[in-house]
């Protein structure tokens, strides 16, 4: 594995079914991120992680859940997946250090469709 | 309520001649801004950023600049070349808000040969 990677590439989903998106790192970035990008609203933060054990919530949170059980995955679930979830989702990661900026290195994404 | 606002969704240059995608922001909490660029079906990544302390910053044909009285960023790509067409987003950060980053809306650019 290099950078980050994101299972399933994409899924078409039913609506009402529970639908977990994974992500792994393996840059030991103690920092992560969850985002839909929407036509026309480009990406929204959804939860994020600024360590092990930590969770926050974005702009966009409701309808999501996220667990941070470890440094390298940090997985999204959609408890009751509905229509407006259709979008793609991007995982990223960051150091979380001191200084001005962390750069947020992203995943390839996951398009999901809910019908 | 958008606080990063891209107002061009696509923009057409010519190959060799300069592209300028812009950026507005309204929160003048951000102390620092960022463009990123996708390409299709892949994660956006990183391309250049800015200090809300300077006013302009380049690497190499990439110039990104500041006017925080206007609370405007740009993006001046010069000279451009057809692998530059992607979507480009803009990027902000909070002053105490850690790492987390509020994003535009994106411009699409398509560099013509």
């Known amino acids: 594995i290099a950078g980050i990677t994101q299972a399933p590439t994409s899924q078409i989903l039913a609506a009402g079914r529970r639908m977990t998106l994974r992500c792994t790192q393996d840059m030991r970035h103690n920092a992560m991120y969850w985002y839909r990008q929407d036509l026309g609203l480009g990406l929204r933060l959804i939860h994020y992680s600024n360590t092990a054990g930590t969770t926050g919530k974005g702009e966009v949170p409701d309808g999501y859940s996220v667990s941070r059980a470890n440094t390298d995955d940090f997985p999204l679930t959609l408890a009751s997946a509905v229509p407006s979830q259709t979008s793609v989702y991007f995982c990223?990661?960051?150091?979380?250090?001191?200084?001005?900026?962390?750069?947020?290195?992203f995943g390839p994404g996951t398009r999901l469709t809910v019908l | 309520d958008q606080q990063v606002k891209q107002n061009s969704p696509s923009l057409s240059v010519q190959e060799g001649r300069i592209s300028i995608l812009n950026c507005d922001y309204t929160n003048s909490m951000f102390d620092y801004f960022l463009w990123y660029k996708k390409y299709p079906a892949e994660g956006p990544t990183f391309l250049i950023s800015?200090?809300?302390?300077?006013d302009k910053n380049e690497d190499g044909r990439f110039t990104v600049f500041l006017n925080k009285s206007a609370k405007h960023l740009s993006l001046h790509i010069v000279p451009s070349q057809p692998g530059d067409s992607a979507v480009y987003f803009c990027a902000a950060k909070l002053t105490g808000g850690g790492n987390k980053l509020t994003f535009g809306t994106g411009t699409q650019l398509k560099v013509e040969l």
């Open positions: 800015i200090s809300s302390i300077k």
């Open positions: 990223a990661s960051s150091d979380s250090g001191t200084g001005e900026y962390n750069e947020q290195f």
